[in-house]
């Protein structure tokens, strides 16, 4: 199962959040910005600090939240494939 975002493009203010939720999938989820990673299992960049780039969430398992920050204006494609502009 693929999951995919609803709106193509989003846009995002500099130093807003966005909260990922795996709300009860039955199997672990991940959350990836820009390639996807030789290995998804853990996770990979700084979602506190997210300035573009390399960004993986890790396996989430069903109930948990990943949650990143923009903290500098940019632009990044994610594997659901959806753009995210912030700025």
């Given at each position: 199962?693929v999951m995919r975002?609803?709106e193509?493009?989003?846009?995002?203010?500099v130093g807003?959040?966005?909260?990922?939720?795996?709300?009860?999938m039955?199997?672990?989820?991940t959350v990836?910005?820009?390639?996807?990673?030789?290995?998804?299992f853990?996770?990979?960049g700084?979602?506190?600090n997210y300035t573009?780039g390399q960004?993986?969430s890790?396996f989430?398992?069903?109930?948990?939240?990943?949650t990143v920050?923009f903290?500098?204006?940019?632009?990044?494609t994610?594997?659901?494939p959806?753009?995210?502009t912030w700025?």
């Amino acid at each position: 199962m693929v999951m995919r975002f609803i709106e193509p493009k989003v846009v995002i203010h500099v130093g807003e959040s966005v909260s990922f939720v795996n709300n009860g999938m039955a199997a672990p989820q991940t959350v990836t910005f820009g390639d996807e990673p030789a290995n998804f299992f853990p996770p990979l960049g700084d979602p506190q600090n997210y300035t573009g780039g390399q960004l993986n969430s890790g396996f989430m398992t069903p109930n948990t939240t990943f949650t990143v920050t923009f903290t500098k204006a940019g632009s990044t494609t994610t594997s659901a494939p959806c753009t995210i502009t912030w700025e």
